[in-house]
Nanobody, 117 residues
């Protein structure tokens, strides 16, 4: 059974930083693409950042230069370092992976990030 558990969200002032973590169980983590998505109230869920097993990354234009995705295969954990946060980054952030054969999406429970003064 695949489980993704996020942590690290919270309230931060504009310009501040947060680091999200997502620990996976039930998969051979090092073989899987991992991603972070977010969903703001009244908006569709959007891809924020993704990382391949080999460490290749891609980012939404809105977060390039501010966010960094990384992974620690020994800990089965993917991270999202978020710097220079803006109010428009406020959203629920979700960890995601996809089954290698089934192509089914797996999601964490989400963690709230609120950027406000």
């Amino acid at each position: 059974q695949v489980q993704l558990v996020e942590s690290g969200g919270g309230l931060v002032q504009p310009g501040g930083s947060l680091r999200l973590a997502c620990t996976a169980t039930g998969i051979s983590f090092s073989f899987y693409d991992m991603a972070w998505y977010r969903q703001a109230p009244g908006k569709q869920r959007e891809l924020v950042a993704a990382i391949t097993p080999g460490g290749n990354t891609n980012y939404a234009d809105s977060v390039k230069g501010r966010f960094t995705i990384s992974r620690d295969n020994a800990k089965s954990t993917v991270y999202l370092q978020m710097n220079s946060l803006k109010p428009e980054d406020t959203a629920v952030y979700y960890c995601n992976t996809r089954g290698l054969l089934t192509k089914l999406d797996y999601w964490g429970q989400g963690t709230q990030v609120t950027v406000s003064s």
